[in-house]
């Protein structure tokens, strides 16, 4: 199953994983907290690399997780049709929100999220202004954040790939689990 799965489709996924409203609405919002906290255009683009990092690594580190668990428990195939379902019944939501947003179950933040997350970075701005040499692990920390916020949101895409991996040879799934991973970190700050 794995051998089907090349490189335009996992950039595929990762464009799909990007296109997302909770993302743009994450972006806009960092943006301007990014505007506010950090005053030179210098340590802006650096806090962002640190950011972007730290989303990447976050990803990265529950999607090897996932897998290993799945391999190490021998739950592999079984993984493998969970995701699949997860994704359509994911993908049929997304179909009805276009419809009918607002009404019934949909995939979003975690409830109260956004409000968590302006709480937690008025707490890191104000924080980063009286201790300046914080800013850089206050990024971070944010992007960490973000990622948990998010995942409901955000990680049907991430999970069908986890299943298509799952279904194929470990080895061989990392440097694509990388790739999906660098592709959907490289569209985070490129949204098409």
Avoid at 30 to 36: D, H, P, Q, S
Avoid at 52 to 63: E, K, R
Avoid at 139 to 153: K, Q, R
Avoid at 170 to 188: D, F, H, K, T
Wanted: proline share 4%; aromatic share 14%.
């Amino acid at each position: 199953m794995v051998e089907q799965l090349t490189l335009g489709l996992v950039i595929a996924a990762a464009l799909a994983d990007s296109i997302n409203p909770c993302v743009f609405g994450v972006l806009i919002f960092l943006l301007a907290y990014m505007t506010a906290v950090f005053k030179s255009k210098a340590k802006m683009l650096i806090a962002g690399m640190v950011y972007i990092t730290a989303v990447y690594i976050t990803y990265f580190l529950i999607g090897m997780g996932i897998l290993t668990l799945a391999y190490t428990a021998g739950l592999a195939k079984p993984f493998y049709w969970f995701a699949a379902i997860i994704a359509v019944a994911a993908g049929l939501f997304e179909i009805k929100d276009y419809f009918w947003y607002g009404k019934g179950f949909s995939l979003q933040m975690i409830p109260g999220g956004a409000e968590r997350i302006k709480k937690y970075s008025k707490a890191m701005q104000s924080m980063e202004e009286k201790h300046p040499s914080l800013g850089l692990l206050i990024a971070g920390l944010l992007g960490i954040f973000v990622v948990f916020v998010e995942l409901p949101c955000t990680g049907a895409p991430y999970l069908a790939i986890l299943g298509l991996l799952s279904a194929g040879n470990y080895a061989n799934g990392i440097p694509l689990l990388l790739l999906y991973n660098l592709y959907l970190s490289y569209l985070v700050i490129h949204p098409t």
